[in-house]
């Protein structure tokens, strides 16, 4: 059954920590399929695991987001959503750092926002 349309800031917020955990648990299955790939280099491999890593962190802090959200805190929901957001951004680095041509993410990690 679909969730009725948030009818208020409040709703509209919570659906948006919802999607963002979704989208992290999509993300943590894609890098964890990618890292089982023999073809990518111990470099890119790297990358991987600490996008793995990051992403696999991110679970506690949108999981703290909703906690805060539903306490009325705010202040923590905002630094807590922020943190989860960082994940894509962070992961991309480990890419770019080395000038590696693509990353096996990038369209993954763009779509995360």
């Known amino acids: 059954m ?3 349309p948030p ?5 509209l917020v919570g659906m948006s920590i919802q999607l ?3 989208n992290r648990t999509n993300m943590v299955s894609i890098v964890s399929k990618l890292l089982k790939n023999k073809s990518f280099d111990q470099y890119i491999k790297s990358c991987l695991q600490s996008c793995f890593d990051l992403y ?3 679970f506690s802090t949108l999981d703290g987001a909703v906690v805060a959200f539903k306490s009325k805190d705010f202040d923590t929901t905002r630094v807590k959503v922020s943190g989860g957001l960082a994940c894509p951004i962070t992961c991309e680095d480990q890419f770019n750092n080395k000038k590696v041509e693509t990353s096996p993410l ?3 990690n763009r779509m995360y926002f």
Not at 7 to 11: F, I, P, Q, V, Y
Request: aromatic share 6%; hydrophobic share 10%.
């Open 7 to 11: 009818t208020n800031l409040e709703d």
């Open 2 to 4: 679909p969730h009725p």
């Open 56 to 58: 696999s962190f991110s």
């Open 106 to 108: 990038k369209k993954e």
């Open 20 to 22: 963002t955990k979704s």
